[in-house]
């Protein structure tokens, strides 16, 4: 997998494939921001074009690569309250209360957590993955028996290749701790 | 006994009789290291648990868009207002004015403005293909952010790329007439025509 330097130095000359493989990166984690926030559908949507637009006029500003997430979730979080005050509403209309007591830092950490992780799930790819979702990702988990079916696994054995997977992927999250 | 990632998975997701489940706590609670593996097992399960929102495909590729044809760089070489240099008469310089033509020896070029000092050789053959090597120098701070080669006859943006923190840059080409531009800041520096080939 390129690193987020490759991809932005690539991106710079004008690598369209490279610029791809960075919306792609990191689209979860852009669209993520905005919808904590409780913007409206078409909100997330204008507040993700906006991201990848100030992307753009910043890639070479952006001198260290380890802190693109930061740099996605800081201009995700000021375009959401652009798009807030630009459109007459001036607070978020969520209603989990949990979230909106929640501070710029610790949303910011949730939501770079959920990416790593998700990303580490893609990375994992294969019947990892697969059961992965399964388990944990799909409401409602699909019963063993799906399982078993669908990844041609026994009964029995998806628990111990679960916490295989399992392992694979928390080494996958710590190896992209900054 | 310590618990094993096996036991701290099957803590945190449940699965435990409760006197091993208790053991598991007691054993946190003893041991900072085991508690932070329990955490870190706790908060990545959590995590994975959250399947956040995608953008529809429609969004996600007006967000590819975003970059254009050669790239903001590209609209940006096109558009800017140009301070053009002047050519620097060297001693090794065998041909002057526009540029490098012909030949198969590497030819040398330098170009100074107010901002910065360019440097250019230019190496290679119609079969090959030819390379710019160079550095631009800054006169102040400016960060070198982007060289592009500009080609005379459409004004297309045919190569850019980033030098490295030196200001030293390769670019590759083929034949034909180019300006070489370089963005220093919010400045761009154009150098006397190159003929290559």
Same mark, same amino acid.
């Given at each position: 997998?390129?690193?987020?330097?490759?991809?932005?130095?690539?991106?710079?000359?004008?690598?369209?494939?490279?610029?791809?493989?960075? $919306?792609?990166?990191?689209?979860?984690?852009?669209?993520?921001?905005?919808?904590?926030?409780?913007?409206?559908?078409?909100?997330?949507?204008?507040?993700?074009?906006? $991201?990848?637009?100030?992307?753009?006029?910043?890639?070479?500003?952006?001198?260290?690569?380890?802190?693109?997430?930061?740099?996605?979730?800081?201009?995700?979080?000021?375009?959401?309250?652009?798009?807030?005050?630009?459109?007459?509403?001036?607070?978020?209309?969520?209603?989990?209360?949990?979230?909106?007591?929640?501070?710029?830092?610790?949303?910011?950490?949730?939501?770079?957590?959920?990416?790593?992780?998700?990303?580490?799930?893609?990375?994992?790819?294969?019947?990892?993955?697969?059961?992965?979702?399964?388990?944990? $990702?799909?409401?409602?988990?699909?019963?063993?028996?799906?399982?078993?079916?669908?990844?041609?696994?026994?009964?029995?054995?998806?628990?111990?290749?679960?916490?295989?997977?399992?392992?694979?992927?928390?080494?996958?999250?710590?190896?992209?701790?900054? | 006994?310590?618990?094993?990632?096996?036991?701290?998975?099957?803590?945190?997701?449940?699965?435990?009789?409760?006197?091993?489940?208790?053991?598991?706590?007691?054993?946190?609670?003893?041991?900072?290291?085991?508690?932070?593996?329990?955490?870190?097992?706790?908060?990545?399960?959590?995590?994975?648990?959250?399947?956040?929102?995608?953008?529809?495909?429609?969004?996600?590729?007006?967000?590819?868009?975003?970059?254009?044809?050669?790239?903001?760089?590209?609209?940006?070489?096109?558009?800017?207002?140009?301070?053009?240099?002047?050519?620097?008469?060297?001693?090794?310089?065998?041909?002057?004015?526009?540029?490098?033509?012909?030949?198969?020896?590497?030819?040398?070029?330098?170009?100074?403005?107010?901002?910065?000092?360019?440097?250019?050789?230019?190496?290679?053959?119609?079969?090959?293909?030819?390379?710019?090597?160079?550095?631009?120098?800054?006169?102040?701070?400016?960060?070198?952010?982007?060289?592009?080669?500009?080609?005379?006859?459409?004004?297309?943006?045919?190569?850019?790329?980033?030098?490295?923190?030196?200001?030293?840059?390769?670019?590759?080409?083929?034949?034909?007439?180019?300006?070489?531009?370089?963005?220093?800041?919010?400045?761009?520096?154009?150098?006397?025509?190159?003929?290559?080939?």
């Amino acid at each position: 997998m390129e690193t987020d330097d490759t991809l932005i130095r690539q991106a710079m000359n004008g690598d369209q494939a490279a610029w791809n493989g960075l $919306v792609h990166r990191y689209r979860r984690l852009v669209y993520s921001v905005p919808c904590s926030i409780g913007l409206p559908p078409e909100g997330c949507d204008d507040v993700f074009q906006a $991201v990848y637009l100030a992307l753009v006029r910043n890639l070479t500003t952006i001198r260290e690569c380890k802190s693109l997430p930061k740099w996605l979730i800081t201009t995700a979080n000021r375009e959401s309250w652009r798009w807030l005050r630009r459109n007459g509403t001036p607070t978020p209309v969520h209603t989990d209360s949990q979230r909106q007591s929640e501070s710029p830092a610790d949303m910011a950490e949730r939501l770079e957590l959920q990416h790593r992780v998700h990303q580490a799930l893609e990375e994992l790819g294969g019947r990892c993955e697969k059961l992965l979702r399964m388990l944990f $990702v799909d409401h409602p988990s699909p019963p063993y028996a799906a399982i078993s079916q669908v990844l041609g696994i026994p009964i029995g054995s998806i628990g111990p290749t679960r916490n295989r997977c399992l392992e694979k992927l928390l080494h996958l999250v710590d190896k992209d701790d900054p | 006994m310590n618990p094993t990632i096996d036991e701290i998975i099957a803590f945190e997701l449940g699965e435990l009789g409760p006197e091993r489940a208790l053991e598991i706590r007691n054993a946190a609670a003893a041991s900072a290291s085991q508690q932070t593996m329990l955490d870190r097992v706790s908060r990545c399960l959590g995590a994975l648990r959250v399947e956040a929102r995608k953008p529809s495909e429609v969004v996600i590729k007006a967000a590819y868009a975003a970059l254009g044809p050669l790239g903001w760089w590209g609209k940006w070489f096109a558009n800017a207002k140009r301070t053009v240099a002047t050519l620097i008469p060297l001693a090794d310089m065998v041909r002057p004015a526009l540029g490098l033509r012909g030949g198969s020896e590497p030819c040398h070029l330098a170009f100074t403005s107010s901002i910065a000092e360019v440097d250019i050789r230019v190496e290679g053959s119609d079969r090959d293909g030819w390379t710019l090597r160079g550095q631009v120098d800054p006169a102040s701070e400016g960060q070198v952010a982007a060289i592009g080669l500009v080609r005379h006859d459409d004004g297309e943006v045919v190569a850019l790329m980033t030098p490295d923190a030196r200001g030293r840059f390769t670019v590759e080409c083929n034949r034909g007439s180019f300006d070489l531009l370089a963005r220093v800041g919010d400045d761009c520096i154009v150098g006397p025509g190159i003929v290559v080939g």
